[in-house]
């Protein structure tokens, strides 16, 4: 069972909420990647199914032995019961007819991109022709919502990558019911939706729904942007976008007539052009009246009315609208013109004739009260902002003829570990008049402030102060600052932390032996117990494959020379490199159950699985997720490519393609299609934001959204760790810096917005609380945060220990630069102690580590009574105990060396290598025989564990079906007796009917 992310439906995540249900262990009537094979073979090209099923005796007198010999039908029956669950034939690559070559021309931008790649490895499809239902990209994303020009000429939607994660995506995905308006989009401080005859503005801020664990902002049309004659607009479109920006069309048949709003991150004004058309204003009620601003006549005069005053009359270029809900709009116009007020309806505020020329609109943010209650804050009346003693009031005039119709973002590397991240906005003068350079007001959300105040620069200027600029525009993320200035300058300390940091291998080099030997003891149990599950979906294998790779890795380190420790356990290490590489390239080449398309229509890699439905891998085939899902791929490929350059060889395109599809370095405007990208601007970053979202095709009411941050993170640290090991030229070193810009921004945007704690002095406490509000503050991190809403909950569950682990998962280096000791003092005393005796064992591996940041050696203790099957299935115990004793506090003199008959949690028995199982040995059989997985089909050879997990579960079966009458059991059949298999055969437990039962 599965949880979408962005729908709303929630099921129960097979590794979150109900990690207890499926948790990694190996279990051989799901897994095809049962192998039998001849001793000390891997296959390593995954190419043909003779490499997977395949039994190959160790000598040429075993296969001439007679066709009538027991042995001869106990061989027959196993291959049989192995095809049984793989299949006859290569079903992994039996897809669909519609695959065609990733080196096809007539694909969309498969050639020679900027990022380097020439081609892309993986199949190339067709949305509309490929999957069991398959749903062209256009029922997904409606391309005539797009500017004809900048629609795609082959098989792509559009010229460039589709930008899945871009802020503005609700705008043409699937509407609403209410007069066919979109979704609402987030461009702070307002919010949009169209529709085809009308754009709506909200300031979403100006009401609220509050309780302890939440705070949300409410989308109402405070105003209306149309034309007079409604009937005119024959069509809509995006004209325009890019990383922080989306210009918006509507025009008549005569394209000529047309009025279009250039939607920017961060812009106080909303800003609309017109050419030949008469705007429309329309008020959320209705308005008070209209005003001019200033007492300049030059500005703004009122006419004299012939209609008794049922009309109001005033012209210029400066004026002021009033809402009955006593909002105060001004507006400015390039050109002077005559605004027309209907004062007996009073709806509406239009133009007497047709106007060409720019009009911007911008909100007088209104006093608010303080967060502190648990209410909902729809107001009647707002209270009066006195406009001519105000800065801010004033700020707003004097910049208003600047306005920008886009961004430019770059970045670049000044020195070895120092970034440099460039907003450069596109701007424009409304006219020649009173125009300057660096005239740009715009608005900086909190995490810009940290920075852009710590720097002086002749590029901005921060109006930090209320004597600069009084208004306090609000946002989910909390107030917003004013900074004039054409260009944003955001520097950004880059990591250097690798697989460890140096005080880290520092420390585990130096622990005795006796710690070294209970941590490897448990590696090795380890890899034997918690393997990859082949038919897993992409994110519970990810997590597989990363924890597989993590447990060789501090087996590496340990073991390795600076360590001291020698290295009895090479062969085990070596065995273990050889099965992570077999389940790494059986995923990259396709031979999972769900294996990674290139989606042409998009430009993009996604599931298999998640093209069959929208539901399926957590809506990888609509983009979400993404991030959350390839990091762990990027993280096993680095550490794999770090022991084996032969890998890296063989499979770096497919690890590349990976990569690009969340890391990419284009430009991201819709201009930009020269390069013949394959995939969008790093996929789920949102720039403005300051971290990413996991959001993607997904029409959703609080704009884009995303759990899981330490998950994003997680992706970013994978990219640059596969770039670190990937190569040394120049492309590479590029990726490298600007996956650890990515990894930088993803960070910060974290502490900032998901860990809230109070400060250990009253600006930091100010800050805090002012960000969210105290009641939510108490929560110490939020669960989900969207572009309008921030919760303490997850998709799964709103369970404080939920909200908190999901955002400190995978346990990594870079968890101990995420997480600093003052946040998780607080956090750990007033969250995560209060329940740490009772956490489920599923997530208990994490609170381990959480507790090890502060109290290593306690965690330590607590870790040795950990179980790894039963974990989550992106860490085992010995990763829990490796993070507690590499922390600097960490005391080893109590550890004591584990005996030689007993190391760890369980015996060799435990484990599902058929060499650790004296019966399997015997028969010649290697790779992977006894799962131990409860309820699964061991082959009849394995020994019976300690815990009888096994045994328990095949003869309660056996006792269950005989006395019920089913002939399920094996030993109802004689030729699966004959073969040594007990429990459920006929069918097994997973549903699958042994060969053996019809023979």
Request: glycine content about 6%; proline content about 4%.
């Amino acid at each position: 069972n599965q949880y979408h992310r962005t729908t709303g439906t929630l099921n129960i995540k097979s590794s979150y909420g109900a990690v207890k249900h499926y948790n990694g262990n190996y279990d051989n009537e799901r897994s095809p990647m049962l192998r039998v094979v001849k001793e000390n073979e891997s296959f390593k090209s995954m190419g043909s199914v003779e490499s997977v099923g395949s039994i190959e005796k160790d000598n040429d007198d075993n296969r001439r032995k007679g066709c009538c010999s027991v042995s001869y039908w106990v061989w027959v029956l196993v291959v049989f019961f192995l095809l049984s669950i793989v299949g006859f034939g290569n079903k992994s690559r039996a897809v669909s007819p519609t695959y065609t070559s990733s080196r096809d021309s007539s694909s969309n931008s498969l050639r020679s991109a900027s990022d380097g790649l020439s081609s892309i490895p993986f199949p190339s499809i067709d949305r509309s022709e490929f999957g069991k239902n398959p749903q062209p990209a256009s029922s997904i994303v409606n391309p005539d919502l797009f500017a004809p020009r900048l629609l795609g000429e082959g098989k792509g939607l559009l010229k460039v990558p589709f930008p899945t994660g871009a802020f503005w995506t609700n705008l043409v995905i699937e509407p609403t019911a209410d007069r066919d308006l979109s979704y609402p989009i987030m461009a702070y401080p307002y919010a949009y939706k169209w529709n085809p005859t009308m754009l709506q503005v909200s300031a979403p801020s100006l009401c609220r729904l509050m309780d302890a664990v939440s705070l949300r902002h409410i989308f109402m049309a405070d105003l209306t942007l149309s034309v007079v004659d409604e009937e005119s607009v024959s069509q809509r479109y995006v004209n325009y976008f890019d990383p922080m920006s989306v210009t918006l069309r509507h025009e008549s048949s005569n394209t000529t007539e047309y009025w279009e709003t250039y939607i920017v991150q961060g812009s106080p004004y909303i800003t609309s052009k017109y050419e030949n058309t008469s705007p429309s204003i329309k008020a959320l009620s209705t308005f008070q009246g209209i005003s001019c601003v200033g007492t300049d006549s030059d500005t703004c005069v009122e006419l004299e009315s012939d209609d008794s005053q049922k009309t109001i009359q005033l012209k210029g270029t400066q004026f002021a609208l009033q809402t009955n809900e006593n909002l105060t709009w001004l507006v400015f116009s390039s050109e002077p013109i005559t605004l027309v007020f209907d004062n007996i309806r009073k709806t509406t505020v239009t133009t007497e004739e047709v106007f060409t020329g720019m009009l911007r609109l911008a909100l007088v943010p209104p006093p608010q009260e303080e967060l502190t209650q648990y209410t909902s804050q729809f107001p009647q009346s707002y209270e009066s902002v006195e406009l001519d003693g105000s800065t801010g009031v004033s700020q707003l005039i004097q910049h208003a003829n600047s306005y920008p119709t886009g961004v430019y973002v770059s970045w670049s590397f000044p020195s070895k570990d120092m970034s440099a991240l460039e907003f450069d906005y596109k701007v424009k003068e409304m006219t020649s008049q009173g125009s300057s350079t660096n005239s740009l007001l715009m608005l900086a959300l909190p995490h810009h402030v940290d920075i852009l105040s710590q720097q002086s620069s002749s590029t901005y200027t921060v109006l930090s102060d209320e004597s600069q600029f009084d208004l306090t525009y609000e946002t989910i993320k909390g107030p917003m600052t004013a900074v004039v200035g054409n260009s944003w300058t955001l520097p950004e300390q880059l990591t250097t932390v690798g697989f460890d940091d140096e005080s880290t291998l520092t420390k585990a080099y130096g622990l005795n032996n006796a710690t070294k030997a209970t941590i490897l003891d448990q590696v090795i149990l380890d890899v034997k117990r918690v393997l990859p599950t082949m038919d897993e979906n992409v994110y519970g294998y990810g997590k597989q494959l990363a924890r597989l790779a993590q447990l060789i890795n501090i087996a590496k380190t340990l073991t390795a020379e600076e360590s001291g420790f020698g290295n009895k356990y090479a062969s085990a290490i070596d065995d273990a490199q050889m099965v992570l590489h077999d389940f790494l390239t059986a995923f990259l080449t396709g031979e999972t159950d769900d294996s990674l398309v290139f989606d042409s229509n998009f430009g993009g890699l996604v599931t298999k699985d998640g093209l069959d439905d929208y539901m399926n891998d957590f809506g990888n085939g609509w983009y979400n997720d993404h991030h959350f899902h390839y990091g762990y791929y990027m993280y096993a490929s680095a550490l794999m490519g770090q022991w084996n350059e032969t890998f890296i060889d063989e499979y770096g395109d497919y690890v590349d393609a990976m990569m690009h599809d969340v890391t990419h370095g284009s430009s991201g405007s819709s201009k930009d299609y020269s390069n013949g990208a394959f995939f969008p601007l790093a996929r789920h970053k949102a720039w403005f934001d300051g971290h990413s979202f996991a959001s993607g095709l997904f029409p959703f009411a609080s704009g884009k959204s995303m759990e899981s941050s330490s998950e994003s993170i997680n992706c970013y640290y994978g990219a640059y760790l596969w770039c670190m090991v990937r190569g040394t030229n120049k492309l590479h070193s590029d990726h490298f810096n600007f996956a650890r810009l990515l990894l930088a921004t993803e960070i910060r945007g974290v502490q900032t917005y998901w860990h809230m704690h109070s400060g250990s002095d009253s600006t930091s406490r100010a800050k805090w609380q002012t960000l969210y509000n105290p009641v939510l503050t108490k929560n110490l991190m939020i669960g989900n945060l969207g572009m309008m809403d921030a919760t303490v909950s997850t998709w799964f569950g709103n369970n404080p220990l939920y909200v908190h682990m999901i955002n400190f998962l995978p346990v990594t280096a870079i968890t101990r630069e995420l997480f600093n000791t003052e946040y998780v003092k607080e956090e750990f005393t007033n969250v995560i102690e209060p329940m740490y005796d009772n956490v489920e064992m599923a997530w208990k591996g994490y609170v381990i580590c959480d507790l090890a940041l502060l109290d290593p050696n306690k965690a330590f203790q607590d870790a040795l009574k950990l179980r790894s099957y039963e974990l989550d299935q992106a860490i085992s115990q010995s990763q829990v105990l490796y993070f507690a004793s590499t922390m600097a506090d960490f005391d080893d003199s109590n550890v004591t060396a584990p005996s030689d008959s007993s190391a760890g949690e369980a015996s060799d028995t435990d484990s599902a290598y058929c060499a650790d199982h004296s019966g399997c040995n015997s028969l010649g059989l290697t790779g992977l025989c006894c799962p131990p997985t409860s309820g699964a089909a061991n082959l009849g050879c394995c020994s019976q564990s300690s815990e009888g997990a096994d045994t328990s579960a095949t003869s309660t079966t056996t006792t269950e079906t005989t006395d019920s009458g089913s002939d399920s059991s094996c030993s109802l059949h004689e030729a699966c007796e004959a073969a040594g298999l007990t429990g459920s055969c006929c069918p097994t437990q997973g549903g699958v009917r042994l060969s053996c039962c019809d023979v």
